[in-house]
């Protein structure tokens, strides 16, 4: 997709990501995602990696989806199934994973809220342009505050 | 004495002349000609509607409206005929005349003279503000149905028909002879007749300042002498002029002593009485509408009592001068005051000018065209039948019908007298029944300390049941009224608290009916409570004796901060059933828990794990009728406070409180981004991106529910919850009561961490 050029210059990934985000490498189960999840404070993701390299992403969502896949008739009959075990010790490497969508930090609100609006990934990972590593996250709430604060020609939200 | 208080009362009234004549003069002269112009014909008209001689509505407009100008207390407000007061005195003395075979004209007068003592005494008596008695929808009724009666009344001289020789004196009846005699018109009346009512529509919307009655009436006569239609040449096209029925001459002999006074008719002193206290009441309402109108915009303070008691002497000093019953014209008082006129001098100088015109050019009246003067009556009924108003006013509520339909029928069909307080009856009447039922709601209080309220009965069943009363509490109002209440009782009800803080005019019949539900609620063990007791309603209690069978610690007064008594109540409450439960050695939430070790993760609906537990009550509930803008900003707020959490959700509810959707913080993103050309966009500015957010602004918030959440029960356990989460896509899970009302959320990640705990690793399981 070719980048909008926004003019928004104030509202672009670098002013309104935060620099925390969790890290799993891609050896790790199910169970210590979800353990961590419980944890997390500031998002609702975690970013898996393969040593120096993103695999992906897991949510809470896309995690309870993979967790009760097919077991929904004996969780609404009240029954824990057994199987619930067994998935939670797969590793993080075997289980579908959503994918982080990289953006640069100059990315603006524009481009954020295309790729958002279009569901092109689950998680707005801002990358440093010439390593390719993470830096930081744009979290949904921030991205909102942004969007809302326009439409509302409310400054108070822009700047959160 | 009197004298001496009348001087300064006289001297407070007016500016001393040498300040007048350098301030005020120029402007009040200006004025009051310009209301001279416009009042003239108007006034030869409303007599012609009255059924009286078109001069003695010149007469009124000179002595009625110097009196009341000199005892009133607007500085605008110009008195005289008005066509809503000579329609009753027609309605009046047509009947009447012909009962008692005398002359309309000393009926009038009667009526002027007994309707002036009783609009003074009003305002000696300080009833100024009986005027608030009467509702706009029979003001609006009764006027309206006095401008179909004008128009059919004058149907007879617009139409150049012969005046009807029935002995009917009901307009309705009139009018039923008029349409039998259709082939009898004269088609030069009817021109000069429609050609009045035209010019004076059209100049009154297009020029209104223009004296369009005045234009109207000269070009007329200008046009049936030179063409010499009042000859009897003429044949059947002959139309008759002023002057042959009542001869108008060039004098001012206005003095006439009622003959009614002279020869007393005790029986008809009766009739005309009643019908007088009628024209006192509209000729009152109708000045002090007028008045207050124009204060509004003049900025003056009026003193409706003063006013009450110049119309009054102004219309009894008139009895004495040939005038009838004189009332303020909205007309005139509006052109007064946007002429310019500063002070009351403008309406005693309009009256000034009358009077010269009477006496330098009465005569000429005499050459008016009978139709024209009907085609200038055609045109104030059209300006009387205000249809966008009646409009406006039939829509707003089924009340306002009734009495608009009401009354506007009475005055058609019954006489105009009765129709007002008929009117003003059904608008009693339509009171009686808004507050004959104080309003019921249900209170719950929130996590955060704030209350909810919701209809009365929806509620989930508690122990603690919080009813607001509304409203009146007086005896109409409190019939089967404890009974109604018994309705919110359930099984669990062990307290019921009524906040009575918004209960207005209580009264014997009340506290009787609360001594008899307290009475109810007794036989079924259930504790009455009362909060928000002011302190009327204290004393009521209290001589009632209500107080000492309730109990003081029953009883919380009202404060000043609202909710406060309700707040102390619920705390009272809750501690009462605190200490039953403690001294039943019911086992308490932790026992239970405890007790429930053992059986998680084995069989179903582990109690310790249930919905009811786990779930948090802190959550954003919003009525699914608010527009997207609405959640926008408040969503805004609720996620700078930092309390929403990572991916906050909002849950919608019906007007019963009952759960209807949820939407998620993801939707409401991509909403905003939901304009096509945002999607397509290469560049965007500030101004283009808050643009196409606002696309979706004005539309429900219900659009953006993507699906029916899955909920559970607060007795649900863990695997339920589980799976309702799953299939919310990992949400959250909304916990309903049977009444499907929310009670809270259980959240992903409190579920995540219940989980683990239930499947522990190989590990710690070995």
Known sequence: MKKPESHVDHLSASTICIDRFTILQATSTLREALAEMTVLENTASLLVMQDREILGVLSVEAAIAYLCAGRLSELDAGILPAALHQRLEERLSDIPLGKAVCIEPATGLAEMLQLAHKQVGEWLLVVDPQSRQPIGQVLYNTLFLSAAGLALDDNALIHP | ?766
């Open chain 2, 1 to 766: 004495m009197i004298l001496s208080r009348l001087k300064t009362k006289v001297h407070s009234l007016f500016r001393p002349v040498p300040t007048w004549l350098r301030t005020d003069a120029k402007a009040d002269l200006s004025a009051a000609l310009t209301v001279a112009i416009l009042g003239i014909p108007q006034a030869m008209a409303f007599a012609a509607i009255a059924g009286l001689p078109p001069v003695t509505g010149l007469y009124t407009s000179i002595v009625s409206a110097i009196v009341a100008a000199l005892l009133g207390s607007s500085r605008h407000l110009i008195t005289g005929p008005s066509n809503v007061t000579c329609m009753m005195i027609f309605s009046i003395t047509a009947q009447l005349a012909k009962r008692y075979g005398i002359s309309p004209l000393e009926i009038a007068l009667l009526i002027s003279l007994l309707s002036g003592f009783m609009q003074a005494l009003m305002g000696l008596l300080r009833l100024g503000s009986i005027v608030k008695y009467i509702s706009n929808s029979v003001i609006m009724g009764f006027t309206t149905g006095a401008g179909i009666l004008i128009a059919l009344n004058q149907l007879d001289a617009f139409l150049g028909l012969p005046a009807s020789k029935s002995d009917s004196s009901h307009v309705l009846q009139e009018f039923w002879q008029n349409l039998r005699s259709l082939g009898s018109i004269n088609p030069a009346g009817l021109a000069i007749a429609a050609f009045c009512m035209v010019l004076v529509i059209t100049i009154k919307k297009l020029k209104p300042r223009l004296p369009g009655a005045l234009i109207a009436l000269i070009m007329a006569s200008l046009v049936v002498l030179l063409l010499g239609l009042n000859n009897e040449a003429a044949g059947w096209l002959r139309i008759p002029v002023i002057g042959e029925r009542s001869h108008i001459a060039g004098s001012l002999a206005l003095w006439h002593f009622p003959q009614l006074l002279l020869q007393p008719d005790w029986l008809l002193y009766r009739d005309v009485g009643f019908s007088a206290f009628s024209v006192a009441v509209i000729g009152l309402i109708q000045s002090a509408s007028i008045a207050k109108s124009l204060a509004g915009q003049s900025g003056q303070r009026l003193d409706f009592n003063r006013e009450f008691v110049g119309q009054g002497v102004a219309n009894m000093v008139g009895a004495f001068f040939q005038c009838f019953p004189a009332a303020g014209s909205f007309n005139r008082s509006a052109v007064c005051m946007q002429s310019g006129a500063k002070t009351r001098m403008a309406a005693i100088l309009a009256a000034v000018f009358t009077a010269l015109f009477l006496l330098w050019l009465g005569p000429l009246t005499n050459y008016i065209p009978e139709p024209a003067f009907a085609g200038l009556l055609m045109a104030t009924a059209f300006f009387m039948i205000d249809r966008g108003r009646f409009m406006k006013m039939w829509r707003t509520s089924p009340h306002s019908r009734v009495v608009l339909a009401g009354t506007l029928a009475a005055t058609l069909l019954l006489s105009m007298e009765n129709a007002v307080f008929l009117g003003v009856l059904l608008s009693v009447l339509a009171l009686l029944k808004v507050t004959g039922k104080p309003y019921l709601t249900q209170l719950i209080q929130r996590y955060d300390g704030s209350f909810e309220e919701i209809p009365f009965g929806h509620a989930a069943d508690d122990r603690i049941v919080l009813v607001n009363l509304e409203g009146y509490f007086y005896f109409a109002s409190v019939d089967d009224l404890d009974y109604e209440l018994m309705q919110c009782i359930t099984e669990e009800t062990k307290i019921l608290i009524l906040r009575m803080k918004r209960l207005r005019a209580f009264g014997s019949s009340a506290m009787l009916m609360l001594e008899h539900f307290h009475d109810l609620l007794l036989k079924k063990n259930i504790r009455l409570m009362v909060c928000g007791i002011e302190n009327d309603l204290r004393r009521t209690m209290t001589v009632s004796g209500l107080r000492q069978k309730l109990g003081e610690e029953n009883i919380f007064y009202a404060d000043n901060r609202l909710f406060q008594s309700t707040e102390l109540a619920l705390l009272r409450a809750r501690k009462l059933l605190d200490n039953e439960k403690l001294g039943d050695h019911k086992p308490t939430l932790l026992e239970k828990i405890k007790g429930s070790i053992g059986n998680i993760g084995k069989a179903k609906n582990v109690p310790a794990l249930n919905a009811g537990r786990l779930m948090s009550k802190r959550f954003l509930r919003f009525g699914q009728e608010h527009q997207i803008r609405e959640v926008l900003w408040l969503l805004g707020e609720w996620v700078q406070s930092g309390k929403a959490g990572i991916r906050p959700v909002i849950y919608l509810q019906d007007t019963n409180g009952c759960m209807a959707g949820m939407v998620s913080l993801w939707e409401i993103i991509k909403d905003l981004g939901a304009h096509p050309d945002f999607l397509e966009a290469k560049t965007a500015d500030a101004r283009m991106m808050a643009e196409w957010f606002r696309y979706n602004q004005d539309k429900s918030i219900m659009r953006l529910v993507e699906y029916e959440a899955h909920c559970v029960s607060p007795e649900s356990g863990l695997p339920e919850q589980l799976a309702a989460l799953a299939r919310n896509k990992g949400r959250s899970v909304p916990v309903l009561d049977k009444n499907r009302r929310m009670r809270g959320t259980v959240e992903a990640k409190v579920l995540l961490a219940e989980l683990l705990r239930q499947l522990p690793d190989k590990e710690n399981s070995e």
